[in-house]
């Protein structure tokens, strides 16, 4: 049988990647190419109603083998982050990796340095996958669609192991934001699902932010500089002032673990017109309310100081902390810690500083908490996967599915 990294190498080489500058669904056609070839995949080891939907959802189902067990759902996202390049992607074999400095690429001096990485001498004696220094990987999230497939081929190729039905999906869009958009929870029929999303070995997820976003006008007043003494409003100087009405220190590069910020994503102006894009993040929901009702009195005390109609302030929340749905059903964490301890991984449960498609789909009515892939700094040149880590990942969700079908 095909080893998960087998099958990821040849995901790899699609691509995938999303466009958060496209509407239509899904952003990019080419995750159809993905989606049809596992299509194919799935039926031809067994998986007869292996289907993908016209917005590039990929769904089927393993029929279990006996009855009155929970139905399992292993989800993954089919496209690529769109911050850096996902075409003509090389993958690169390490084996027996020496802990090192690792070369990308000799002829642009692109080099993944252990003083940079330091948690690479912990991946010594093992294979690792890298990328040639000019593409990502795309192991974000490849990896996970390959630990699922193998998983199921394990399955079908073991049918002593007892289980209930398991459930397959493959979302589109998830870098940006929108892969459950069109997820169906009632055709996919869980009780309870896990994304396989999750980067080093032994990471198991089941918090996440509260996310909201924040779009800001701001107007001025442009006159003729050589006539403007009080009459002129430069939109840009206000909207820098209103910035610095926000916690100076609640911003992503001074909080990590449980504290939340405020990220302003992007400022572009003129006099007449400033735009502000803000996200707000905060794994506590009333710090996170705390942090709404702050930027909405730093736009109202603008408006009070500048006049009314000087700032307009549309907040939209985007997602919340998954927690709340999965602590009524904690068991569905604690069999993957116990199924780590039995495949010799050491359970890390740490709370996701984003957020991911079962932050949503556990508000839709379908927990779904998050477990590691075994691949690292996603999302550029230096993306990386460990083969031995992708096994133990198949391995843990055997487990699992052992677990429920005692």
């Given at each position: 049988m095909e080893r998960a990294y087998e099958k990821f190498l040849r995901y790899s080489v699609v691509n995938t990647k999303s466009d958060d500058n496209s509407e239509s669904i899904p952003s990019t056609?080419?995750?159809?190419?993905?989606?049809?070839?596992?299509?194919?995949?799935?039926?031809?080891?067994?998986?007869?109603?292996?289907?993908?939907?016209?917005?590039c959802y990929v769904m089927g189902t393993l029929k279990g083998n006996v009855e009155n067990k929970p139905v399992i759902g292993l989800i993954?996202?089919?496209?690529?982050?769109?911050?850096?390049?996902?075409?003509?992607?090389?993958?690169?074999?390490?084996?027996?990796?020496?802990?090192?400095?690792?070369?990308?690429?000799?002829?642009?001096?692109?080099?993944?340095k252990v003083s940079d990485f330091p948690y690479l001498k912990d991946y010594e004696g093992q294979t690792l996958i890298t990328t040639d220094g000019t593409t990502l990987l795309g192991a974000?999230?490849?990896?996970?669609?390959?630990?699922?497939?193998?998983?199921?081929?394990?399955?079908?190729?073991?049918?002593?192991?007892?289980?209930?039905?398991?459930?397959?999906?493959?979302?589109?869009?998830?870098?940006?934001?929108?892969?459950?958009?069109?997820?169906d929870v009632d055709k996919f029929g869980a009780d309870f699902a896990y994304t396989i999303d999750g980067g080093f070995i032994?990471?198991?997820?089941?918090?996440?932010?509260?996310?909201?976003?924040?779009?800001?006008?701001?107007?001025?007043?442009?006159?003729?500089?050589?006539?403007?003494?009080?009459?002129?409003?430069?939109?840009?100087l206000i909207g820098m002032e209103l910035n610095r009405l926000l916690p100076e220190?609640?911003?992503?590069?001074?909080?990590?673990?449980?504290?939340?910020?405020?990220?302003?994503?992007?400022?572009?102006?003129?006099v007449e017109l400033t735009k502000m894009e803000y996200?707000?993040?905060?794994?506590?929901?009333?710090?996170?309310?705390?942090?709404?009702?702050?930027?909405?009195?730093?736009?109202?005390?603008?408006?009070?100081?500048y006049g009314p109609g000087t700032v307009e302030l549309v907040l939209?929340?985007?997602?919340?902390?998954m927690k709340e749905k999965i602590v009524p059903v904690i068991h569905i964490v604690d069999s993957v810690v116990k199924a780590m301890a039995t495949v010799g991984v050491k359970p890390i449960i740490k709370p996701i500083r984003g957020g991911t498609d079962g932050a949503r789909l556990s508000y839709m009515g379908l927990p779904t908490p998050n477990i590691f892939t075994g691949g690292f700094n996603f999302h550029g040149k230096f993306e990386t996967l460990c083969v031995e880590h992708m096994d133990k990942a198949v391995e843990t969700i055997v487990e699992v599915i052992k677990s429920y079908g005692k």
């Open positions: 056609k080419s995750q159809f190419d993905l989606a049809n070839i596992l299509v194919d995949e799935l039926k031809s080891i067994g998986i007869e109603d292996a289907h993908v939907d016209d917005n993954a996202h089919l496209d690529t982050s769109p911050d850096f390049s996902g075409k003509n992607v090389k993958p690169n074999i390490i084996e027996d990796y020496d802990g090192n400095d690792i070369v990308l690429n000799e002829e642009l001096d692109i080099v993944m974000d999230n490849k990896a996970g669609i390959a630990e699922i497939i193998t998983v199921i081929e394990y399955l079908i190729n073991n049918p002593e192991i007892k289980r209930g039905d398991i459930k397959i999906a493959f979302t589109p869009d998830e870098e940006i934001g929108r892969g459950a958009d069109k997820f032994g990471e198991i997820e089941y918090e996440n932010f509260n996310a909201a976003s924040a779009s800001i006008k701001v107007h001025g007043v442009n006159i003729h500089p050589g006539s403007a003494k009080l009459k002129m409003k430069n939109s840009i220190f609640q911003v992503p590069q001074y909080t990590e673990g449980y504290e939340g910020f405020f990220l302003l994503d992007e400022f572009t102006g003129t996200i707000i993040r905060d794994h506590d929901m009333e710090k996170f309310l705390s942090k709404k009702v702050l930027i909405e009195k730093a736009c109202q005390f603008i408006n009070d100081k939209t929340d985007s997602y919340f902390n």
